[in-house]
Each structure stands twice: as structure tokens, then as C-alpha cells.
């Protein structure tokens, strides 16, 4: 059984950083893609950011070159830093894990390649 536990999230001023992990148990982080997702109040779930077993990145337009993601292999973990965050970001952040090969562009733009997920942890930045 895959699980995934997120942490590093918090509040922050604008133009803060925060590194957010995603620890993987049942599932070899960069076996497949993997990614980062957000949902703040009353809006829909949106990809922000995916990387694919060959490392390759991918990224929605209004977080490149602020936001990247990575993985640790030894550790099993996945990596979200971010930083000149915007109060926009504020949302909950998520990690998920395919199950495929897919590309980090395909995995981005495509929400059902996803298998599993992580409860979350919370971003909050102030103005």
C-alpha cells in the first residue's frame, strides 16, 4: 500500500521560502512520476508542478522560476522548494505518485495518471 506524507508547510510573509517534503512508504520514489498539487478554499485541485523517472520537470506557468520540485532517492522523498512565495499560493499542498512512465509534461497536463496521495500540509502567506 502506497503512502504519502507531506510536512514543511506554514505560514509565511510575502516573498518568504518554504521547502516542502513528501515521504513515500509502498512506492520507490522516481520510479514513476511524481508531483505536487494545491487547492486553496473554494477552488478546484491544480497541478503545480511534476517530475518523471528521467528527472524531467514540468511546472505551471505562474510558479517557474520560483518553485522547483526534486527527489531524493536514498531517502525515498520528494521535494517542493519555493520561494518569493505570493500570497496566491496560499493553498493546500499535496504530493501523488503514478503508477506509469508518463513524461513530467503529459503527468502535469493529464490529472489521471495519478494513483495516490497525500493528506496535505497547508501554506498561508501573508501580504
Known amino acids: 500500500q502506497v503512502q504519502l506524507v507531506e510536512s514543511g508547510g506554514g505560514s509565511v510573509q510575502s516573498g518568504g521560502s518554504l521547502r516542502l517534503s513528501c515521504v513515500a512508504s509502498g512506492y520507490r520514489v522516481g520510479q514513476y512520476s511524481m508531483g505536487w498539487f494545491r487547492q486553496a478554499p473554494g477552488q478546484e485541485r491544480e497541478a503545480v508542478a511534476t517530475?518523471?523517472?528521467?528527472?524531467?520537470?514540468s511546472y505551471i506557468d505562474s510558479v517557474k522560476g520560483r518553485f522547483t520540485i526534486s527527489q531524493d532517492k536514498d531517502l525515498n522523498t520528494l521535494y517542493l522548494q519555493m520561494n518569493n512565495l505570493k500570497p496566491e499560493d496560499t493553498a493546500m499542498y499535496s504530493c501523488a505518485a503514478a503508477q506509469a512512465g508518463w513524461s513530467s509534461g503529459y503527468a502535469l497536463a493529464n490529472s489521471d495518471v495519478w494513483r495516490a496521495w497525500g493528506r496535505g500540509t497547508q501554506v498561508t502567506v501573508s501580504s
Open positions: 517530475i518523471d523517472r528521467g528527472a524531467s520537470t
